[in-house]
């Protein structure tokens, strides 16, 4: 599915190296906890994953579906089947949530094939992933994001990944600033996609969504690459120990 | 000297009422000591009126050929509304009708206003709009043959909009138009109001001059909408004088396509203490278009209110002109006067000349303004991109979305309705999904 050797990537605009050779496989069906202090690295990986400007990858190849990631436009990776869910996802005011989805499940449906959704069976499939993860279909209505509260925008995250059904999906921090019940709900919404041909990576700084998520691997990043990885044990040793332990391991 | 402003003077108009001649010969004798404004102007510095001079535009209208299907060319669906239609400045009654108006509701076409009508009519025109210090006004007066009066009595609430379209069909001359509203709302009225301008699908040529006056009584409610949806040629130069008493409120909506020349003025005097204006624009010239809009806050007295947000999309080599004043006098003490204004420059080309004027003598008042001048926000379209929206489409959502905030500030939902997918096929969209949904 996932085939990343040795990635270095750095900012465009300083040469700051964020990515120091990381290294990871991830196979249908699998999910991935990548964990790690501040600072690490870890958001920079979506986004080279996905596709945004300003970062340059250096060296290292990244394989997605057995193609070469890199050499694909950002719209392009995303019908192939990679969705990142934003750590802090993006407002835009003017542009209605709903016209936002079914631009994006026209375009990827179009991608694999399918013909488009009419409005009728649309709006039907948008009101149930917006129930399935509590929140009020009026927010379809509204501007993207516009207004929405910390958890309202995580789980409109969660529902265009439940309309746009990637292969690989990769959640930043999905979980952070959610109380308890708001991140039980978005557990349950990212458990509900969980199959055998999907797979799974999500960024946490915290344990506590791998309560919820049971990961197959969890991994700590730091300095920007993988220096761990083991079970789902480890995530409660991070938790226990905190990160500083592998601080040698860095280096 | 082919100065056009004098040419255009001596041209007689054409059937006007007997009534109108005393605003005629004012209007030739205010236009003919003044001069057709050059860039040396600060009101005209960014607006060049060379499509105007060398168009020759004089020609009187005509009727245009019957048997043209015109309905199209402003039908705005499941808008109930009273409408009158002028075609070529011409009142077409066959287009004309709709919702009845309740008592106590005058609404004439000039050209059939009985005697004690044309009293009236006599006793408000020009009492706001004065052609002495502006030519185009001036013009207008001397021209003026058709217009409508609307006037709306004590208390009276029409709850189905007006729509007056002035709609325009190419000639074999090159012509000019003087189109003329004159709204009169007595104490606690309310009525909405739509000013039409539209066209037929063909290149135009023809130039229009407009002027509007809304007399706001006290603790009347006048909601406004000037829509310039002329096809791509018409030229345009209007004024909207507004006048609002005691307690009164305005909210206007003004919305115009470009052209060769588009150059619109608007002018609100508060004068009674309470009286509020909204007022909200969008502005959209696309290829080698143009768009001016001048406005102006007059705050003449203490406890009134305005609230301005107007917003562009300049397209292509499009240019566009924003300027927004604010003259708060001396003794309007308590004023709250907010003025925003934000331009998208979809391309390197395309331009924007964007001024805010404050002009404030009284020293409690609340006042702000804002100009801005950006690009597309990446963040929000790398967001797009990331969910496989094609990148044409991601731009046009983008751009849509910036107007669409404003759009979505018109209350009468048949023509919001109407608006959004029309203008978001501008920017690429499917129009019958964007009715969906928007």
């Given amino acids: 599915m996932l085939s990343i050797e040795n990635l270095h990537a750095s900012i465009a605009a300083d040469s700051k190296a964020i990515l120091n050779g990381l290294s990871l496989k991830v196979l249908p069906g699998e999910v991935h906890a990548i964990m790690g202090p501040n600072g690490s690295g870890k958001s920079t990986l979506g986004h080279v994953l996905a596709g945004r400007d300003g970062y340059d990858v250096t060296s290292g190849t990244v394989e997605f579906l057995g193609r070469d990631l890199f050499a694909m436009a950002t719209e392009e990776r995303a019908r192939e089947g990679l969705f990142l869910s934003f750590q802090y996802p993006v407002e835009i005011p003017g542009v209605s949530n709903m016209e936002f989805l079914k631009a994006a499940v026209d375009a990827v449906r179009g991608h694999r094939g399918q013909e488009p959704l009419d409005s009728v069976a649309f709006l039907k499939a948008a009101r149930e992933a917006s129930k399935a993860v509590n929140l009020d279909p009026a927010f379809l209505k509204r501007g993207v994001n516009e207004g929405f509260s910390g958890g309202e925008k995580k789980r409109n995250e969660i529902i265009q990944m439940m309309l746009l059904q990637p292969r690989l999906a990769i959640l930043d921090e999905a979980d952070s600033g959610l109380d308890i019940d708001a991140l039980q709900v978005l557990a349950g919404g990212i458990n509900a996609l969980r199959s055998p041909d999907r797979a799974i990576i999500l960024v946490t700084h915290y344990q506590r969504l791998l309560d919820y998520v049971e990961p197959d691997f969890v991994h700590v990043l730091a300095g920007g690459r993988i220096v761990k990885s083991g079970d789902k044990s480890l995530a409660l040793e991070l938790e226990a120990k905190g990160y500083g332990w592998l601080e040698g391991e860095v280096a | ?438």
């Fill in chain 2, 1 to 438: 000297m082919s100065d056009f402003l004098h040419q255009a003077l001596t041209r007689e108009p054409e059937g006007a009422p007997h009534w109108l001649h005393q605003r005629h010969r004012l209007g030739r004798h205010q236009g003919g000591q003044q001069a057709l404004p050059s860039r040396r102007d600060e009101a005209w510095k960014y607006t060049s009126l060379r499509a105007l001079e060398e168009g020759g535009y004089l020609a009187h209208p005509e009727a245009p050929p019957p048997g043209s299907d015109l309905g199209q060319s402003f039908a705005i669906a499941d808008l109930d509304a009273h409408r009158l239609v002028f075609v070529n400045g011409r009142l077409d009654a066959s287009l004309s009708g709709g919702a009845s108006l309740p008592a106590g509701v005058t609404l004439v076409p000039f050209s059939r206003a009985s005697t004690a009508d044309a009293a009236l009519i006599h006793s408000h025109l020009g009492s706001l709009a004065d052609g002495e210090k502006q030519p185009f006004v001036a013009l207008n007066d001397s021209w003026l043959g058709e217009g409508v009066f609307l006037r709306v009595a004590a208390n009276t609430r029409v709850t189905t909009p007006i729509q007056l379209v002035w709609l325009t069909a190419p000639q074999s001359e090159s012509f000019a138009l003087a189109q003329r509203l004159l709204v009169v709302l007595e104490t606690g009225s309310e009525v909405a109001v739509v000013e039409h301008f539209a066209s037929t699908a063909a290149a135009q040529n023809v130039f229009t001059t407009g002027v509007s006056e809304l007399v706001v009584g006290a603790n009347a409610r006048l909601h406004h909408y000037r829509l310039h949806l002329e096809e791509a040629s018409a030229l345009h130069i209007g004024t909207v004088h507004a006048s609002l008493a005691r307690d009164a409120l305005l909210n206007g909506f003004h919305l115009a396509l470009g052209s060769p020349l588009k150059r619109i003025d608007l002018v609100v005097r508060h004068r009674g203490e309470g009286a509020h204006c909204e007022l909200n624009g969008i502005y959209l010239p696309r290829r080698q278009e143009q768009v001016d809009y001048h406005t102006c806050m007059e705050h003449e007295v203490p406890h009134t209110s305005s609230e301005e947000t107007f917003r562009g999309i300049i397209a292509d080599r499009a240019r566009a002109v924003f300027n927004g004043r604010i003259h708060i006098h001396r003794d309007a003490q308590k004023t709250s006067a907010h003025l925003s204004n934000r331009n998208l420059l979809t391309s390197n080309t395309a331009e924007v000349d964007t001024k805010p004027e404050l002009e404030i003598y009284a020293d409690d008042v609340q006042c702000s303004h804002g100009a801005t001048v950006s690009q597309l926000d990446a963040n929000q379209l790398y967001y797009l991109l990331t969910r496989g929206i094609p990148r044409q489409d991601a731009l046009a959502l983008l751009s849509f979305g910036f107007i669409n905030e404003i759009l979505n500030r018109i209350q009468h939902e048949p023509l919001r309705h109407h608006l959004q997918p029309q203008l978001a096929a501008l920017f690429g969209q499917d129009p019958e999904f964007a009715r969906d949904f928007l």
